[in-house]
């Protein structure tokens, strides 16, 4: 209930402010971002005067579902129906990696010619390291780094337990932070005190840029801790290309997309014993200052030779390209239009 207030909500709101734009000025083509998958209502009244619709598909929601309430029921099946409708009434799609483009063929049955990679990659300009601040480790020798949103599929109470797990082998030289907000940090943040933790897990909740940066400036590894699922099996991850663009290597679950945007930049722990393997694999690595310097340099390289913003600046502007060439533009004749 609360998922359909709010997206009423925004549907509303998203109509009225899209309506008065063209109105006063005009506009030939709308980028719908999921999720959700209804925002496709909003531009079909638009599409009627001639409007193109770019679906930018960013979530698997029939997925991300199941990874949240693990069911495929009626809630389920009503997903599967927006996402083929977001399909259906897209001009264009975006999608972020191979397996959304396959999801938009094979699932959407959209044209191979009307679906575009545009991976979310990082601005190498902005996002870029600085100098580490040694207090970031709270007197330890080493930081683990983490930042993202929490929420059940995003793995966050395992990474608790592989914090659990290594202090009570004995180690008491590691500190995690984890940066970001979401519906599971309350939760989580009891989860810290109920295992007595506080000495060895914080949780900052959202920060500014620039202290992002020196926290994971400042970490000798980064993890992803996604729980293993179908939905992050084929999604990519912003914080992968962030923390290699850091120059950091990474610890996270073995995954399709995760797997192809990391490549020797991490190290793959078992989906089957999930919290020693991972935990054993962050050991590791702290123990070989060559091998992490070694993986840093691999993922910064990747990115900047092929993962970066600038190299999803072309499919972009070809999927505008490919959207403006569909359909003659008709604007609206509201003042300003030009």
């Not at 999604?235 to 992968?240: A, E, L, Q, R, W």
Request: glycine letters at 8%; a neutral charge; proline letters at 4%.
């Amino acid at each position: 209930m609360g998922y359909l207030w709010e997206y009423s909500c925004a549907l509303f709101w998203e109509f009225m402010y899209i309506l008065w734009i063209y109105l006063r000025r005009g506009f030939h083509v709308i980028q719908g971002c999921n999720p959700p998958d209804d925002i496709f209502l909003v531009a079909l009244p638009f599409r009627l005067l001639g409007v193109r619709y770019i679906f930018d598909h960013h979530d698997a929601n029939p997925e991300l579902f199941v990874s949240k309430y693990g069911n495929k029921g009626w809630l389920y099946k009503i997903l599967l129906a927006l996402e083929k409708m977001s399909y259906r009434f897209s001009d264009v799609v975006m999608a972020t990696n191979f397996s959304y483009r396959d999801l938009a063929v094979r699932r959407g049955g959209v044209d191979p010619q009307d679906v575009f990679i545009v991976r979310n990659g990082p601005d190498l300009e902005l996002f870029k390291p600085v100098p580490p601040n040694p207090m970031r480790k709270y007197g330890k020798r080493f930081l683990i780094g983490y930042v993202g949103y929490m929420s059940v599929q995003d793995g966050l109470d395992i990474l608790v337990e592989v914090a659990d797990h290594i202090k009570k082998s004995g180690r008491q030289d590691i500190h995690f932070t984890c940066v970001g907000g979401g519906t599971e940090l309350e939760r989580l943040q009891q989860m810290v005190q109920d295992k007595d933790l506080g000495d060895m897990i914080n949780f900052t909740g959202r920060v500014s840029d620039g202290e992002l940066l020196e926290i994971l400036s400042t970490a000798d590894i980064c993890v992803n801790p996604d729980r293993p699922c179908e939905m992050n099996d084929i999604s990519t991850m912003i914080k992968i290309m962030e923390y290699m663009a850091l120059g950091k290597p990474i610890v996270q679950f073995d995954s399709r997309e995760g797997r192809f945007s990391a490549r020797e930049a991490s190290l793959y722990a078992d989906k089957e014993n999930q919290v020693t393997d991972f935990a054993a694999k962050i050991i590791w690595l702290l123990e070989r200052p060559d091998e992490r310097k070694r993986m840093g340099e691999f993922g910064r390289m990747r990115i900047e030779k092929e993962l970066a913003w600038k190299y999803s600046v072309e499919n972009l502007l070809a999927a505008y390209r490919r959207a403006f060439s569909k359909r003659v533009p008709q604007m609206s004749r509201g003042v300003g239009n030009r």
